[in-house]
């Protein structure tokens, strides 16, 4: 009886201590794990800041036509599709083609980041207005924009999750008002080997935040 009654003293004592651990430590290290701002809402386009932080709000949940009509996106390759991975797009006079169509901006954005934008995410977007610049828009004489009435220059910056790790990306861009709108100004080159969106990105720092780590992980 007295060996019962100590095993039972002992499970008793096990139990509460296996309790009390699960209670204080997280199942999960939830500073490892990435989760993006639940209370992120997409908001409208009321200023310049705002306009990108929308862009790139609706190309982080895919939503690649609405992403469109925020933006101003010069056409240099001749062709209805956009130029190959393992070739350079380099904005030039002599090969000015438009401005890129709705259609080939919607395919060449799943191309490159996946329905609904599932190859990699983006949060902590924020945005600011660069106080006392000199801006001018790019190739002014040449490139179809339409009639505005001022440039803004605005930071951007966020954070990158893709392959179990987050990366800091910033970009500097400039936003023209025309009528009611706001419309962002993209480049519309790239690098050979390299996708569009990475010139939206600007990862020239290369600043690595942490790895992802959790038992399922499979970065």
Do not use: H, Q
Request: glycine letters at 6%; proline letters at 6%; charged letters at 25%.
């Amino acid at each position: 009886m007295r060996t019962k009654t100590g095993l039972l003293f002992f499970a008793v004592i096990i139990a509460g201590a296996v309790l009390r651990f699960s209670f204080s430590v997280p199942l999960v290290i939830t500073e490892l794990v990435y989760t993006p701002p639940s209370d992120a809402l997409i908001p409208k386009a009321k200023n310049p800041e705002l306009t990108v932080r929308r862009f790139y709000m609706l190309i982080d949940e895919g939503r690649y036509a609405e992403a469109y009509n925020l933006v101003i996106e010069p056409d240099w390759v001749d062709s209805d599709r956009p130029a190959p991975y393992r070739e350079s797009v380099i904005a030039t006079p002599d090969k000015y083609f438009g401005l890129v169509s709705k259609e080939e901006f919607i395919a060449r954005s799943i191309g490159e980041m996946g329905p609904r934008g599932i190859y990699f995410s983006l949060s902590n977007i924020d945005s600011s207005v660069l106080k006392n610049s000199v801006v001018a828009l790019p190739w002014n004489s040449l490139i179809d924009y339409p009639e505005y009435e001022e440039i803004v220059p605005v930071k951007t910056r966020g954070d990158f999750l893709a392959s179990c790790a987050v990366y800091r990306w910033e970009k500097d861009l400039l936003v023209i008002k025309t009528g009611e709108e706001y419309k962002i100004i993209l480049d519309g080159t790239k690098n050979a080997k390299e996708n569009y969106y990475l010139t939206w990105l600007n990862f020239s720092e290369k600043k690595l935040i942490k790895y992802l780590k959790s038992k399922d992980s499979v970065g």
